[in-house]
């Protein structure tokens, strides 16, 4: 989408990618997870990890082509946290599967939250990446697509500076 939008990081773009659109296709939703599942596999993991909201889908659809369960991780008094009884045996390996990668924070965040309840996170994958920095992550990894999406600041953004009113259609940032 086009505009003017208050990204989950916090940063602003003139661009939003909206995974759930192309995610609420079941078949759509399955062939991309069978495709971040052959980049990810390698990393042999036991269980797929999505953070809330972006990653339960794709997660979700990850697993099941990879054969292993999903567990998701939610934001709970400004934190990602395991909930519903989801854990982990000591050092299982994991991997953390997003919709979109900007700055790489909800991704940091799930590793935190998934290898403070023991498990190991092996690698990381999107759907997306919007120009994640190379060192934004301690663990490896992977997207299907890579496009450049400027983003700036909210006190350097240009259309901030322009007057254009800002939407903020992800789920980290009620809608204003």
């Given at each position: 989408m086009t505009g003017h939008f208050r990204?989950?990081?916090g940063l602003h773009s003139d661009r939003y990618l909206q995974c759930a659109l192309i995610l609420q296709w079941p078949e759509r939703a399955r062939r991309?997870?069978?495709a971040l599942a052959d980049l990810l596999g390698s990393f042999s993991p036991s269980v797929v990890v999505g953070p809330a909201l972006g990653g339960v889908i794709i997660g979700h659809e990850t697993a099941r082509a990879l054969g292993v369960r999903c567990v998701f991780t939610e934001r709970k008094d400004g934190s990602?946290?395991?909930r519903r009884g989801f854990r982990f045996s000591k050092g299982e390996p994991a991997v953390v599967v997003e919709d979109v990668f900007t700055t790489g924070k909800s991704t940091r965040e799930t590793i935190a939250a998934v290898?403070?309840?023991g498990?190991?996170?092996?690698?990381?994958g999107s759907i997306v990446d919007r120009g994640l920095s190379p060192d934004a992550l301690v663990v490896p990894w992977r997207?299907?697509?890579?496009?450049d999406a400027p983003s700036w600041?909210?006190?350097a953004c240009p259309l901030?500076?322009?007057g254009f009113p800002v939407e903020s259609p992800g789920s980290r940032h009620p809608a204003a």
């Amino acid at each position: 989408m086009t505009g003017h939008f208050r990204l989950s990081s916090g940063l602003h773009s003139d661009r939003y990618l909206q995974c759930a659109l192309i995610l609420q296709w079941p078949e759509r939703a399955r062939r991309i997870g069978d495709a971040l599942a052959d980049l990810l596999g390698s990393f042999s993991p036991s269980v797929v990890v999505g953070p809330a909201l972006g990653g339960v889908i794709i997660g979700h659809e990850t697993a099941r082509a990879l054969g292993v369960r999903c567990v998701f991780t939610e934001r709970k008094d400004g934190s990602m946290q395991l909930r519903r009884g989801f854990r982990f045996s000591k050092g299982e390996p994991a991997v953390v599967v997003e919709d979109v990668f900007t700055t790489g924070k909800s991704t940091r965040e799930t590793i935190a939250a998934v290898e403070q309840q023991g498990a190991r996170v092996v690698a990381a994958g999107s759907i997306v990446d919007r120009g994640l920095s190379p060192d934004a992550l301690v663990v490896p990894w992977r997207s299907l697509l890579a496009i450049d999406a400027p983003s700036w600041p909210e006190n350097a953004c240009p259309l901030c500076a322009e007057g254009f009113p800002v939407e903020s259609p992800g789920s980290r940032h009620p809608a204003a």
